[in-house]
Antibody, heavy 121, light 110 residues
Framework: QVQLQESGPGLVKPSQTLSLTCTVS??????????WSWIRQPAGEGLEWIGR???????NYIPSLKSRVTISVDTSKNQFSLKLSSVTAADTAVYYCARDRGSGWYYFDYWGQGTLVTVSS | QSALTQPASVSGSPGQSITISCTGT?????????VSWYQHHPGKAPKLMIYEGSKRPSGVSNRFSGSKSGNTASLTISGLQAEDEADYYC??????????FGGGTELTVL
């Protein structure tokens, strides 16, 4: 059974960098069969796809966040990570990591339970 | 890119059928048959219910079905059950390797 688990600080100060890690079990990121995505949900709002990474390190990002986002992969730890710089209160959200079927399909078949990140001083 | 449009809420009685719409544009839903649907019980991981517009993953009840007409995709749940009460989100490929989600629909089983 594929499982994903988000981890990282629950509180980040404005203007700082939000950093989260997703640990994958039950599948190998290095297998190359899937992409790996980050998705967020601000309180009371819908889901927003942030971006994805492939085992090779290649990435796709939503244009509105592209200047602030970096998603990377660590195949040795079977993890992938999200960094979002210069955060503001608008970045407060539940952040999910998900397995992404990627090119040609574009759906998410396994998700983590999500982690709440609050941006506040 | 704007979020796909879903009704904020829908409701139905046990045994009934309900349909949740997901309206996009000719740049996303209207062009690509790559709409997926997710069921989300708050506090839990979202669950894939439909992909590629109308395909069900293994283990998903055949009470769930997906369709599309023009720029609008739809999720229909037949034989409504109490356990179906959840939030539902649509998602569509939007070109340039990006996807858009809908704002979500809260389903209440009366």
């Amino acid at each position: 059974q594929v499982q994903l688990q988000e981890s990282g600080p629950g509180l980040v100060k404005p203007s700082q960098t939000l950093s989260l890690t997703c640990t994958v079990s039950g599948d190998s990121i290095s297998s190359g069969s899937y992409y790996w995505s980050w998705i967020r949900q601000p309180a009371g709002e819908g889901l927003e796809w942030i971006g994805r990474v492939y085992t090779s390190g290649s990435t796709n990002y939503i244009p509105s966040l592209k200047s602030r986002v970096t998603i990377s992969v660590d195949t040795s730890k079977n993890q992938f990570s999200l960094k979002l710089s210069s955060v503001t209160a608008a970045d407060t959200a539940v952040y999910y990591c998900a397995r992404d079927r990627g090119s040609g399909w574009y759906y998410f078949d396994y998700w983590g339970q999500g982690t709440l990140v609050t941006v506040s001083s | 890119q704007s979020a796909l449009t879903q009704p904020a809420s829908v409701s139905g009685s046990p045994g009934q059928s309900i349909t949740i719409s997901c309206t996009g544009t000719s740049s996303d839903v209207g062009t690509y048959n790559l709409v997926s649907w997710y069921q989300h019980h708050p506090g839990k991981a979202p669950k894939l219910m439909i992909y590629e517009g109308s395909k069900r993953p293994s283990g998903v009840s055949n009470r769930f079905s997906g369709s599309k007409s023009g720029n609008t995709a739809s999720l229909t749940i037949s034989g409504l059950q109490a356990e179906d009460e959840a939030d539902y989100y649509c998602c569509s490929y939007a070109g340039s390797s990006t996807v858009l989600f809908g704002g979500g629909t809260e389903l209440t089983v009366l």
